[in-house]
């Protein structure tokens, strides 16, 4: 799945391991965006990697992960979170258990864990802009399996 955008900032990945989702704990530092709040991984552009590449090289360096494209279920576009006038893009992929048991958590934020859906969406400590997107998503899906549900 490739995302056709040559302009983004960076990128942010749903990554679903079975129900739950892979949550990181912001750094309590009050010169940061969000301080103290559950957030995904990802990261700002660097150079000119595209979308996947971004989001796989920010999860290596927070979480130890090795993406493959293969886990991408899907892509949109949207304001960036941070800078006025500029898109980032927002992937959710699949992660399978036997990945997240391998993590290595890196040196940004306070910790890792697996979190419900209902949880992350519902949690005050959540930056508000990813629970949107995983809200849009989620009910992107669904509207596509009600859809093929009317199919007879």
């Not at 010169?31 to 979308?51: Q, V």
């Amino acid at each position: 799945m490739e995302i056709e955008i040559s302009d983004f900032t960076g990128c942010k990945i749903a990554l679903f391991c079975g129900d739950k989702l892979l949550t990181i704990l912001r750094d309590n530092k009050s010169n940061i965006p969000y301080p103290n709040t559950w957030e995904l991984p990802g990261g700002g552009r660097e150079g000119d990697e595209s979308p996947f590449e971004c989001a796989a090289r920010e999860v290596y360096e927070e979480l130890g992960i090795h993406l493959t494209e293969d886990c991408l279920l899907w892509a949109k576009v949207y304001p960036s979170m941070l800078f006025a006038d500029k898109k980032s893009v927002f992937l959710v992929g699949k992660l399978a258990q036997e990945q997240f048991d391998q993590i290595v958590f890196g040196d940004e934020g306070q910790g890792y864990k697996l979190m419900g859906i209902e949880e992350f969406l519902g949690s005050d400590k959540a930056v508000p802009q990813l629970q949107d997107r995983v809200r849009d998503y989620l009910e992107e899906v669904n509207d596509f399996c009600n859809c093929n549900n009317d199919v007879k």
